[in-house]
């Protein structure tokens, strides 16, 4: 199936008028240059620090793909792009460049040598895009300089949810929001009100692309204004008529208002107003505002999700386990993995409420035997499950810790075995016990704090009762309401 993608050349910002840079005489204000000029120097920053450890293959002349985290970032190098076996790395550092998106990726070995350009991919997420869109999103490098440079030309495949670029060169790459409305996410009290400004992180100084520090560039002139980013045309705009709410324009009297305006010295910015009573649904509310380019199509969608409070924080959890060897009978194990969700309501008095708890079937593989066993055949001849948990424990361990514990029953297999003889005959079947249930359960600590916004996201991990030793547990916990 054919994918529509979007091929586009960065768009030059013009940050003042051409009359006025010509007035100014001196053009040092460039990512190299010492200032004189008007134009500010792009920001520079410290080289990222490695987190975790780095992906590696060997590559050669026949070409190959490499992918780190999951599938996030993945390198591609074309046949004949490398004249002999090169071991090639992604290693992940932490994000540097005024509105970076996740984390940044360095490519090793620094100096390698491409006869032909290799693709650098990101893959996106819905929650990586608050606040901006994968239209406006870009992707940038770091220079000896410090400063971070958007790539003049990338692909956006909208339907695989990746943006790519060519490259010949290795250094720290990351996936970048130019332009972004700020503060993405937001809680609010019924009847408050939260500042909107949309933001520009990117700019141009004599020419390239650079990333700056999210801030309005204020010049005092609205002429002077820069222009906005786009795919399709280098004359961009927000559309500050465009305002809305869950969709409908300058908001209703059940989710809230918006009043946008056209201020000087700003690209755009609103006030939100929530309503007197949190929504029933559809809360956290949408608020948003479109970006058109110069033929006045709306080329984006600005999104900012604000969550009017008067319901308690709900909490999506997912866990899973996969295990090795787990007895499923006597004598028997496999390798089993098993699957949990629910939803944690934090209440305003540190107790959790647990609701809408899915036990998933447990699945197993690779039944064997332990090695040495004398059998020469074996089935399990009952159902086995890994772990069904109905009993759910929570509340406020610390300040800001809460301790969630829960527990269940795991139902082991009964089981067949045949035994070889002396003459290589399989002579059985002989019964085991009846399948037996034993007790199983789990817990884990998570920080309050941590999700202080819709969307906020973090995965832990289970212990047994101790609470020291890892019972092979993880849990990835999402704030959803």
Known sequence: MRRDTTRHQAPFLILLALATL???????????????GTVPPPTRTPVGTTTGSPTSQNIGPAGGTLTAAGGAVSLTVPAGALAANTDISIQAVTPQAPGAIGSSWRLLPEGVQFSAPVTLTF????DMMNGSAPELSWIAYQEGSGAWRYVDEIT????AGTLSVATTHFSDWTLVQGLQLRPPHAEVEPGGSVELEVKNCMTAVEGP????ECVTFDFGD??????LPSRYNPQGTVDVSSWAVNGDAGGSGIYGLVFGAASPGTLGTAEYRAPSEAPEDRNPVAVSVDVRDGGNR???TLVANILVRGSNPTIHVVGGVDTAFYPIAVLLGGDVTDKLEFDMVLKGDGSIDFVNVLNFASTYSNVRLPSGADFCNFTVDSPFEFGT??????GASSLDSSLVSFAGTTQFAASSYWVED???NCIGPASYPAAQAGSIGSRFDFDRTLFDHVGAQVVVLGTNTDGLTLDGWAFSLRRTR
């Open 156 to 159: 956006l495949d909208k339907a």
């Open 22 to 36: 010509a007035g100014c005489g001196d053009s040092g204000g460039g990512p190299d240059g010492g200032g004189g």
């Open 209 to 212: 692309l650079y990333a700056y």
């Open 298 to 300: 709306r080329v984006a």
């Open 222 to 227: 609205e002429d002077d204004l820069p222009s």
């Open 123 to 126: 893959r996106y997420d819905a």
């Open 422 to 424: 002396n003459e290589g």
């Open 389 to 394: 948990f109905d009993e759910f424990h929570g």
